[in-house]
């Protein structure tokens, strides 16, 4: 599959793109110089997450996401909250590392989660199993559960054979070279597809990678996404491309004052522009997602300067030791918070925390008495 642009092509995505670099450039450059540019930064790890689920088609509210990371949740978090939480952590782990981390091979393999993946996995199936053998040995075979309890050894037995098969090791614990026939055995491909090379895919996506370099960087990373979104490396993993371009944009130097919020431009799209058939328009649907987001978070920092500015003529001339500005700092970098996240954050009680919230005059979101919540609208 060809993934270079043409000369016609490039024609018509030329305006599109100017428009993209220019927006985009603004950006970083008001995140980098505003005092409001690290709380921008830590929030846009929340809507981007959110915008992950909704561009696969799943949605996640962000006050859900933003509970569960604090370990706050207030109920039980569903399978999409869990998956939204991943992106989350993963985004936080591409930002601390070095810019071009995530494109190399050490970075890919931590994030997809193939190095040693095997060698986890057998050593934790082992352990209930051996939990089991030595609960067995003082029980009396005869008891009333010796049925139920033989017949939990054998599907502890079964699944720890598919186990073993699946990671190459022998079913006594010895280490075995497994050959491709032997692997037939999970016929329902419960445990992989053995016809999706995910590593080949892998280096498939990053042969891309010299290409794009030779691009401006926006089109490179437009053409990044486009050849993940053809080629499909992860079946779990999809929402990492947009991940991947993002740190892409930070390793070519034109987005370093935060992680660029490609999904949170990309949900504004229409689904039938970003799915296309013909390749340019699914371009042209990306570099509008680029210049989309862009927009939208230069909206977000005037809205986040107006809050602080406005905030800041509460506490001026309190204490030194007053714990308004640090307050202040807090909600900037949440879409929401609650009167338990701030008393930890700020380790006092939650009636302390609630006199502060009271003096520094934020918005409540929420409308109710109990379980109240408070953010920048």
């Known amino acids: 599959m060809r993934y270079d642009v043409d000369a016609v092509m490039l024609q018509a995505l030329l305006p599109?793109?100017?428009?993209?670099?220019?927006?985009?450039?603004?950006?970083?450059?008001?995140?980098?110089?505003?005092?409001?540019?690290?709380?921008?930064?830590?929030?846009?790890?929340?809507?981007?997450?959110?915008?992950?689920?909704?561009?696969?088609?799943?949605?996640?509210?962000?006050?859900?996401?933003?509970?569960?990371?604090?370990?706050?949740?207030?109920?039980?978090?569903?399978?999409?909250?869990?998956?939204?939480?991943?992106?989350?952590?993963?985004?936080?782990?591409?930002?601390?590392?070095?810019?071009?981390?995530?494109?190399?091979?050490?970075?890919?393999?931590?994030?997809?989660?193939?190095?040693?993946?095997?060698?986890?996995?057998?050593?934790?199936?082992?352990?209930?199993?051996?939990?089991?053998?030595?609960?067995?040995?003082?029980?009396?075979?005869?008891?009333?559960?010796?049925?139920?309890?033989?017949?939990i050894d054998a599907i502890l037995a079964r699944s720890q054979k598919l186990i073993d098969i699946h990671t190459g090791k022998a079913a006594l614990g010895e280490t075995a070279a497994i050959s491709p026939a032997?692997?037939?055995?999970?016929?329902?491909?419960?445990?992989?597809?053995?016809?999706?090379?995910?590593e080949q895919r892998l280096a498939e996506w990053r042969g891309v990678l010299p290409l794009a370099d030779s691009l401006p960087p926006v089109l490179g990373a437009v053409i990044l996404f486009e050849a993940w979104d053809r080629i499909e490396p992860l079946r779990r993993q999809h929402w990492l491309g947009g991940l991947l371009v993002e740190s892409y944009l930070r390793a070519r130097g034109k987005v370093t004052s935060h992680l660029f919020s490609f999904y949170g431009g990309l949900k504004l799209v229409r689904h039938e522009r970003r799915r296309a058939r013909d390749r340019a328009i699914r371009l042209q649907a990306f570099l509008d997602a680029m210049q989309l987001a862009a927009a939208a978070g230069l909206k977000e920092i005037d809205r986040l300067s107006l809050a602080r500015t406005q905030m800041e003529l509460r506490f001026r001339g309190r204490r030194s030791n007053s714990s308004l500005p640090e307050l202040a700092d807090f909600i900037l970098s949440r879409p929401m918070v609650s009167a338990a996240m701030i008393a930890r954050h700020l380790r006092i009680t939650p009636r302390g925390a609630l006199n502060l919230v009271n003096e520094i005059g934020i918005r409540e979101i929420t409308g109710r008495g109990r379980y109240r919540a408070w953010g920048i609208i």
Do not use: Y
Request: proline content about 4%.
């Open 16 to 151: 599109l793109l100017a428009a993209a670099e220019d927006v985009v450039a603004r950006l970083d450059e008001r995140v980098l110089r505003s005092p409001v540019g690290g709380g921008f930064a830590e929030r846009s790890h929340f809507f981007d997450a959110a915008g992950a689920l909704w561009v696969a088609g799943e949605l996640v509210h962000v006050e859900d996401l933003v509970l569960h990371d604090a370990h706050m949740d207030s109920r039980a978090p569903s399978h999409e909250l869990t998956i939204a939480h991943s992106v989350l952590r993963t985004r936080r782990r591409i930002w601390t590392g070095e810019p071009s981390w995530a494109l190399g091979a050490s970075g890919l393999a931590t994030l997809t989660a193939t190095t040693g993946e095997g060698e986890g996995i057998t050593q934790e199936a082992k352990s209930p199993a051996v939990t089991v053998e030595a609960g067995d040995e003082g029980e009396n075979e005869e008891g009333p559960l010796a049925a139920e309890m033989a017949e």
């Open 182 to 198: 032997k692997r037939n055995d999970d016929p329902f491909g419960l445990l992989g597809d053995e016809e999706w090379d995910e």
